[in-house]
Nanobody, 120 residues
C-alpha cells in the first residue's frame, strides 16, 4: 500500500505564508512527478504546481512567483512554500504523486487534502 499524507495547512492572513508538506510512505521503489492541486468551494479541482524527479518545476500562472514547489527524494516528501497568500488561494490543497512500485509498475496517488484559509 502507498499513502500520501499532507500537513501544514491552516488559517493565515492575506500576505502571509504557509508551507505544505506531502510525505509518501509504503511500498515504494521511487517517485516520479509530484504535484499539488487545490479545490475551492464550488469549483473544480485545479492543478497548482508540479516537480519532476529531476527537479524541473511548473506552476499555475496565478501562483508563479509566490509559490515554490520542492522535494526531498530521500524523505519521499514534496513541499509547497506559499508566500504572499491571497484570499483567492483559499482551498483544500491535495498532493499527488506518480509512484513506482517495487514491481516496476507506476501508479498515481492522491493525498487526503489539507485546508488552507486566507482571511483577515
Amino acid at each position: 500500500q502507498v499513502q500520501l499524507v499532507e500537513s501544514g495547512g491552516g488559517l493565515v492572513q492575506p500576505g502571509g505564508s504557509l508551507r505544505l508538506s506531502c510525505a509518501a510512505s509504503g511500498s515504494i521503489r521511487s517517485l516520479n512527478d509530484m504535484g499539488w492541486y487545490r479545490q475551492a468551494p464550488g469549483k473544480q479541482r485545479e492543478w497548482v504546481a508540479r516537480i519532476s524527479s529531476g527537479g524541473s518545476t511548473n506552476y499555475l500562472d496565478s501562483v508563479r512567483g509566490r509559490f515554490t514547489i520542492s522535494r526531498d527524494n530521500a524523505k519521499k516528501t514534496s513541499y509547497l512554500q506559499m508566500n504572499s497568500l491571497k484570499p483567492e488561494d483559499t482551498a483544500v490543497y491535495y498532493c499527488n504523486a506518480d509512484v513506482v512500485r517495487p514491481s516496476g509498475s507506476s501508479w498515481n496517488y492522491w493525498g487526503q487534502g489539507t485546508q488552507v484559509t486566507v482571511s483577515s
